[in-house]
T-cell receptor, first 114, second 109 residues
Framework: NAGVTQTPKFQVLKTGQSMTLQCAQD?????MYWYRQDPGMGLRLIYY???????DKGEVPNGYNVSRLNKREFSLRLESAAPSQTSVYFC?????????????FGEGSRLTVL | EDKVVQSPLSLVVHEGDTVTLNCSYE??????LLWYKQEKKAPTFLFML????IEKKSGRLSSILDKKELFSILNITATQTGDSAIYLC?????????FGAGTRLTVKP
């Protein structure tokens, strides 16, 4: 009964380093999302995937890339990390197409870029 | 530009108090409004509202949507320390969900 699983939970990077956040869901959901959460800003959508093989930009995509590896997995990559990317990142999934129902969230990944 | 605004940003009450959290929105292609509770980690779903004037209720929590005036409220009666959390409002549009900044509720014993 894992739901949405994200790794790693914590990461510290130096400016310019790269890393990938991994996300997997076991609920057979079609849509998956990456959000970032900053104090006073709420959750902001980085990228989403409405189905395997498709990805679309959200509100704040600059500096990020994503891959929908299969129906279960959706990864977020920072190619050259910047201090402005210090944030808590949440992966989420939903049963159907984006904008049609409840999101199920992972527990978050706290990233610090020095 | 689409926006979702929550108020107040933070609130401190004592156990037993009743609180009202507000969410106003201006979005194109509105589908529904959702409320989430976020304690230490992942947001968890509370309510989904699609029709005006129909109250959703779960225990001490209730919520209602006004699609004419473009807002929703979340009420919590007889608050408990376990209600301390960030409450997030989100509006579903075509293809995504836009979140407000959240209201941080602190309930003191």
């Amino acid at each position: 009964n894992a739901g949405v699983t994200q790794t790693p939970k914590f990461q510290v990077l130096k400016t310019g380093q790269s890393m990938t956040l991994q996300c997997a869901q076991d609920m057979n959901h079609n849509s998956m999302y990456w959000y970032r959460q900053d104090p006073g800003m709420g959750l902001r959508l980085i990228y989403y995937s409405a189905s395997e093989g498709t990805t679309d930009k959200g509100e704040v995509p600059n500096g990020y890339n994503v891959s929908r590896l299969n129906k279960r997995e959706f990864s977020l990559r920072l190619e050259s990390a910047a201090p402005s990317q210090t944030s808590v990142y949440f992966c989420a999934s939903s049963v159907d197409t984006p904008g049609t129902g409840e999101l199920f969230f992972g527990e978050g990944s706290r990233l610090t870029v020095l | 530009e689409d926006k979702v605004v929550q108020s107040p940003l933070s609130l401190v009450v004592h156990e037993g108090d009743t609180v009202t959290l507000n969410c106003s929105y201006e979005v194109t292609n509105f589908r529904s409004l959702l409320w989430y509770k976020q304690e230490k980690k992942a947001p968890t779903f509370l309510f989904m509202l699609t029709s005006s004037g129909i109250e959703k209720k779960s225990g001490r929590l209730s919520s209602i949507l006004d699609k004419k005036e473009l807002f929703s409220i979340l009420n919590i009666t007889a608050t408990q320390t376990g209600d301390s959390a960030i409450y997030l409002c989100a509006v579903e549009r075509n293809n995504d969900m836009r979140f407000g900044a959240g209201t941080r509720l602190t309930v003191k014993p």
